[in-house]
């Protein structure tokens, strides 16, 4: 039996009015990504210090179902790598109940030139993860879109004046 293709999919999203440096506090933070993720109302530190490589985060009521018949849908993350100065940082599930399994993501926010401050970011969400049953690469591309933006229009919306 062949092995099946790992899924791979990037999505980014521009913002014009604030930098790199005004939206790099709210991703490193990875024990508050509840505060941007939408329909995530949990997250919480489990082990390690957070924003360092090793420490994990258990995060709650998810925006994708559970498979396992729950009422609600949980991850246990692992921030893997952390580079402050090239503001990235990678992460993967280590457990969850959401039928994912040997996923890895990297965020990373670019500086650009836009808006009237003459100022901009982009931040990009890259992943790989085994395919999902009941689930499309397409859909899931999509989904990481939806919620890119919402997140980072959140990040922006908290960003002081």
Not at 12 to 35: C, G, R
Not at 50 to 78: F, M, Q
Not at 93 to 121: F, M, Q, T
């Amino acid at each position: 039996m062949a092995e099946q293709k790992k899924w791979e999919g990037t999505v980014s999203t521009i913002l014009e009015n604030v930098n790199a440096d005004q939206i790099w506090p709210f991703w490193k933070d990875f024990f508050s990504v509840h505060k941007w993720f939408p329909g995530n109302t949990t997250c919480e530190g489990i082990h390690g210090n957070n924003g360092e490589a090793g420490c994990i985060r258990y995060c709650g009521d998810l925006p994708v179902p559970a498979v396992d018949g729950a009422a609600s849908s949980w991850t246990k993350e692992r921030l893997i790598a952390i580079d402050h100065n090239e503001k990235s940082f990678s992460y993967e599930i280590l457990d969850c109940n959401i039928g994912v399994k040997s996923y890895v993501a990297n965020v990373k926010i670019y500086p650009v030139v836009a808006g009237e401050n003459g100022g901009g970011c982009r931040t990009e969400w890259r992943f790989t993860v085994d395919p999902v049953e009941g689930w499309s690469l397409e859909d899931t591309v999509r989904n990481y879109e939806v919620w890119l933006k919402i997140m980072v229009k959140n990040m922006e919306a908290a960003v002081p004046k």
